[in-house]
């Protein structure tokens, strides 16, 4: 595993930006370049690709996936979605992005992605996604709900970090930090999920609400300890309440 992009070898970026190979690390994959992944996965797009380096990865990897929409269409999705290369299948969100204007539809194309086994997917499907729920804020919200109920922690987790008050990489969620409350229809089904992915968000989501509000999560977090006396909610609100006095 690389500690840092030095200390990935050409042969290995080579690798990666001909989309032959799944990244393994968060190093790998910051290093690839859209340019070369493009040309060989989707070469009609790399005339569209509008290539600002100094972007972020995600940003980048947006723009990459504006390019495939507008050259391929949406016919071949499919292929995208489940493409050896992570970083492509990272494409195909932004890809989902621009091919309806319906957030239900947009979620249910994303699921297969929400779901994907390479951390990198996972997190690239909440934030293509983060700026249309943030837009469309009770209904993103409502539709979650069935998500927290899923059999699969990806999908329970992806509820809750895709709806976190304070931004990651992404937009902060001003409604939600002014309101956390409104958050509780997802976090309350999940205070002693069994799944540490998903103890994780609730933590961090709830880590987030306490720069506003730590009243209001030391109350919830009580309330929790006392109706739920479990290891999961006690982990949870460990990590929930660390930068609480």
Same mark, same amino acid.
């Given at each position: ?105 947009? #979620? $249910? !194309?994303?699921? +297969? ?8 997917? =996972?997190?690239? %499907?909440?934030? &293509?996604? @983060? ?9 993103? #919200? $409502? !539709?979650?709900? +069935? ?8 999908? =329970?987790?992806? %509820?809750?970090? &895709?709806? @976190? ?14 309101? +956390? ?32 509000? +730590? ?31």
């Amino acid at each position: 595993m690389a500690r840092s992009t030095s200390g990935i070898t050409p042969e290995r970026r080579a690798l990666l930006e001909s989309g032959q190979d799944e990244s393994r690390d968060l190093m790998e994959g910051l290093v690839i370049r859209m340019e070369p992944l493009l040309t060989a996965v989707a070469p009609a797009a790399v005339a569209h690709y509008d290539a600002q380096p100094e972007l972020g990865f995600t940003k980048r990897l947006a723009l990459a996936g504006s390019a495939i929409a507008a050259t391929c269409g949406h016919d071949q999705d499919a292929v995208w979605m489940h493409h050896p290369s992570d970083t492509v299948r990272g494409m195909s969100a932004f890809v989902c992005l621009e091919s309806t204007d319906d957030l239900a539809t947009l #979620l $249910d !194309l994303l699921t +297969p992605l929400a779901t994907d086994s390479h951390f990198g997917v =996972r997190e690239w %499907a909440w934030l &293509a996604a @983060r700026d249309r729920l943030i837009a469309e804020d009770q209904i993103a #919200l $409502d !539709l979650f709900v +069935p998500w927290t109920k899923s059999a699969d922690p990806n999908l =329970r987790r992806f %509820a809750i970090e &895709a709806t @976190r008050p304070c931004g990651v990489w992404c937009a902060n969620w001003r409604s939600l930090r002014a309101e +956390p409350e409104r958050g509780m229809p997802l976090l309350e089904p999940l205070r002693a999920d069994e799944s540490k992915y998903v103890q994780l968000s609730v933590a961090n989501w709830l880590n987030d609400a306490s720069k506003d509000h +730590p009243e209001w999560v030391v109350g919830v977090t009580t309330r929790w300890l006392s109706e739920s006396p479990c290891p999961a909610t006690e982990a949870i609100v460990k990590r929930a309440t660390r930068n609480l006095g």
